[in-house]
């Protein structure tokens, strides 16, 4: 079993930044692909920013120049620094990774999701 747990969210001033972080524990053997979405109230599920496991990241437009990933290997963990905030980067925002763990019977590979942190942008 795999858990993702996410820190870093609260409330923050327009303009304000925030670093939001999420560390992956388990019978962990290989991290693909690590990501953050957000969800806003209303709205569907969305990507934020991804990174891969050898460093390359995608960002959404929404977030370009304001956003960046960054991982850790060694310690399971992806970190999202953002600045500049808006009022519309309010929403819960989730951890998401591609991981390959261990099995009696072989590797399992499957998706898993972190429990969400809110992130509310208001003076």
């Known amino acids: 079993q795999v858990q993702l747990v996410e820190s870093g969210g609260g409330l923050v001033q327009p303009g304000g930044s925030l670093r939001l972080s999420c560390a992956a524990s388990?019978?962990?053997?290989?991290?693909?692909?690590m990501d953050w979405y957000r969800e806003a109230p209303g709205k569907q599920r969305e990507l934020v920013a991804s990174?891969?496991?050898?460093?390359?990241?995608n960002y959404a437009d929404s977030v370009k120049g304001r956003g960046t990933i960054s991982r850790d290997n060694a310690k399971n963990a992806v970190h999202l620094q953002m600045n500049s905030l808006k009022p519309e980067d309010t929403a819960v925002y989730y951890c998401h990774a591609t991981v390959t763990t261990e099995q009696d019977w072989g590797r399992l590979t499957r998706e898993y999701w972190g429990q969400g942190t809110q992130v509310t942008v208001s003076s």
């Open positions: 990174i891969t496991n050898g460093g390359n990241t």
């Open positions: 388990g019978s962990i053997f290989s991290i693909n692909a």
